[in-house]
T-cell receptor, first 110, second 114 residues
Framework: GQQVMQIPQYQHVQEGEDFTTYCNSS?????IQWYKQRPGGHPVFLIQ?????EVKKQKRLTFQFGEAKKNSSLHITATQTTDVGTYFC??????????FGTGTRLTIIP | DGGITQSPKYLFRKEGQNVTLSCEQN?????MYWYRQDPGQGLRLIYY???????QKGDIAEGYSVSREKKESFPLTVTSAQKNPTAFYLC?????????????FGQGTRLTVV
């Protein structure tokens, strides 16, 4: 399976500030998924990116897939307390095991 | 309601005992997974199964065992050979053969060894 690294591991931001997490792979990815896990909860699917250079938006969240399909990012504009949690990327290969990046834990300072 | 159910939510085990965590799904998904999560850490794959009566080791399979006798069920046994079993265990399922399908997770089981 694919091995991906996420940075940063932790991020503390003031409410209203922006937040970005990056997912990097040493190999080309077929596609990539993003999940969010609230404190004490379970991961929930956010989105999937498939095409080189793809950009998708969900309200204040912007997801990008690199041109070389080796990296991806999640950007949150004007964070809110509801954004607290850990964000995971997951390279998703057809019919292969599902593994997750190391995750970025976001905390919000009110 | 379709979904994936894990039980129990909390589990306490004495050292040296085996314990089995339940995972059931009614989503008709082919693939099922077990992950372990330690405090402040990511998700590590223990075992996964893509078809009934077949399963594969993940990255941290030592001290664990699974079975897949039915499509709907994928129980995980934490054996006494697992040196540090206290953790949060998550089960997930997904469709195979269709690119880009999301994984659905259960609510998780918190296992504590006392």
């Amino acid at each position: 399976g694919q091995q991906v690294m996420q940075i940063p591991q932790y991020q503390h931001v003031q409410e209203g500030e922006d937040f970005t997490t990056y997912c990097n792979s040493s190999t080309t990815l077929s596609n990539i998924q993003w999940y969010k896990q609230r404190p004490g909860g379970h991961p929930v699917f956010l989105i999937q990116l498939v095409k080189s250079g793809e950009v998708k938006k969900q309200k204040r969240l912007t997801f990008q897939f690199g041109e070389a399909k080796k990296n991806s990012s999640l950007h949150i504009t004007a964070t809110q307390t509801t954004d607290v949690g850990t964000y995971f990327c997951a390279p998703a290969q057809l019919n292969e095991k599902l593994t997750f990046g190391t995750g970025t834990r976001l905390t919000i300072i009110p | 309601d379709g979904g994936i159910t894990q039980s129990p939510k909390y589990l306490f085990r004495k050292e040296g005992q085996n314990v089995t965590l339940s995972c059931e799904q009614n989503l008709n998904h082919d693939a099922m997974y077990w992950y372990r999560q330690d405090p402040g850490q990511g998700l590590r794959l223990i075992y996964y199964s893509q078809i009934v009566n077949d399963f594969q080791k993940g990255d941290i399979a030592e001290g664990y065992s699974v079975s897949r006798e039915k499509k709907e069920s994928f129980p995980l046994t934490v054996t006494s050979a697992q040196k540090n079993p206290t953790a949060f265990y998550l089960c997930a399922s997904s469709i195979l053969d269709v690119p880009g399908t999301e994984a659905f997770f259960g609510q998780g089981t918190r296992l504590t060894v006392v």
